[in-house]
């Protein structure tokens, strides 16, 4: 069955240190993936996304994501964390063309002290 | 920059009654979509619209709700007699539609509280 899992349900770093939060996805060929991050009381953010041109995708707000199709993962990395980070980071998954529904992994808390 | 807009913010409503939510997706966007997000649970599918009829549903999408897009500006989901169950975090979402480029955008929610 194709699923989407995010591997952490928290991370927790220090401001100005790595973040990476990590996505994987189950399908027999390559869906369109997208990260959205939701700040407290907040909507949903699109973050970035992976459309095929490129397999290293920028984003918003320092963040990145790589698509690694043998590995069927697009974890998340930003180089340096920031305070204004903390959210709620969800990978997303399109199996089918555009228009059709979005699945989201479970989400990952990410807090980040000082 | 255009945005999805939902209103109300939080509706609360007593189990039984009926709801309607309301949303103006981005002008130029021709696919509109409801989500919800049940407290602590992911964000979950409900349905999609688009040339004035459902284009998919999921399961949650039962006989109990019902979308419309009434004018040529808003869309709405309506639950007609709510459940307990039927609070969450409500999401509207609209896309151009166009290849794979297509990226839905959200709206801030409606919280519903059903007592």
């Known amino acids: 069955a194709q699923s989407v899992t995010q591997l952490d349900s928290h991370v927790s770093v220090s401001e100005g240190t790595p973040v990476l939060l990590r996505c994987n996805y189950s399908?027999?060929?390559?869906?369109?993936l997208f990260w959205y991050v939701q700040h407290p009381n907040k909507g949903l953010q699109l973050l970035l996304k992976?459309?095929?041109?490129?397999?290293l995708v920028k984003g918003i707000n320092g963040f990145e994501a790589e698509f690694k199709k043998s590995e069927t993962s697009f974890h998340l990395t930003k180089p340096s964390a920031h305070m204004s980070d903390a959210a709620e980071y969800f990978c997303?998954?399109?199996?089918?063309?555009?228009?059709?529904?979005?699945?989201f992994g479970k989400g990952t808390t990410l807090s980040v002290s000082s | 920059e255009p945005e999805v807009t939902q209103t109300p913010s939080h509706q609360v409503t007593q189990m039984g009654q009926e709801v309607i939510l309301r949303c103006v997706p981005i002008?130029?966007?021709?696919?509109f979509y409801w989500y919800r997000q049940i407290l602590g649970q992911k964000v979950e599918f409900l349905v999609s619209?688009?040339?004035?009829?459902?284009?998919?549903k999921s399961e949650i999408f039962d006989d109990q709700f019902s979308v419309e897009r009434p004018d040529g500006s808003n869309f709405t989901l309506k639950i007609r007699s709510t459940k307990l169950e039927d609070s969450a975090m409500y999401f509207c979402?609209?896309?151009?539609?166009?290849?794979?480029?297509?990226?839905?955008?959200f709206g801030p929610g409606t919280r519903l509280t059903v007592l």
């Open positions: 979402a609209s896309s151009s539609g166009q290849g794979d480029t297509d990226t839905q955008y």
């Open positions: 399908s027999s060929y390559s869906p369109s």
């Open positions: 992976y459309t095929s041109a490129a397999t």
């Open positions: 997303v998954v399109r199996w089918n063309q555009a228009g059709t529904a979005l699945i």
């Open positions: 002008s130029n966007h021709l696919y």
């Open positions: 619209f688009y040339n004035n009829e459902i284009s998919e």
